[in-house]
């Protein structure tokens, strides 16, 4: 892994992407052939899908911030294991604003080519999301 992909995962994916919301930067960093596997979704999203996919997490999420606690690389492929915190404030698939807070952790795995991300596969558990802000019963346990 080379530093150069680390810091283009962290700095453009995670930070500017998600975390700041800045869609703009997405056709810098991720190629033009780019594709997001993501759960839930049966076809992978194109890079134009995938701007729209974060436009709408940041109207849901405002303040959703992530902290990559675990990045593992080898050539141009790198893994994060990524915990994000933030609060339900906008309409999300539906669901109207909740206000409360949601915590989930996921792990994604990027393909880099020279330099910009072409593929993303997406894992996290979307049905504790949807307990988390009140949408689906939680499941009972013992």
């Known amino acids: ?13 995670y930070q500017e992407l998600w975390d700041n919301w800045n869609i703009a930067v997405a056709d810098d960093f ?6 997001l596997h993501a759960p839930g979704v049966p076809v992978p999203l194109d890079r134009d899908t995938t701007k729209q996919v974060v436009a709408m997490y ?8 992530h902290t990559v606690d675990e990045l593992i690389g080898e050539g141009d492929t790198l893994a994060a294991r990524w915990t994000v915190r933030g609060t339900h404030k906008g309409e999300f698939q539906g669901i109207p ?6 915590k989930l952790s996921g792990i994604t795995v990027h393909h880099l080519k020279d330099g ?5 596969w997406l894992v996290y558990d979307n049905m504790e999301l949807l307990q988390q802000i009140g949408a689906v019963p939680a499941v009972a346990t013992g």
């Open 30 to 35: 991720l190629t033009d052939d780019y594709h």
């Open 58 to 65: 940041g109207k849901s999420f405002p303040d959703l911030k």
């Open 1 to 13: 892994m080379t530093t150069n992909n680390k810091d283009v995962v962290l700095r453009y994916w």
């Open 97 to 102: 604003a909740s206000g409360k807070s949601v």
């Open 116 to 120: 910009r991300v072409r593929e993303t």
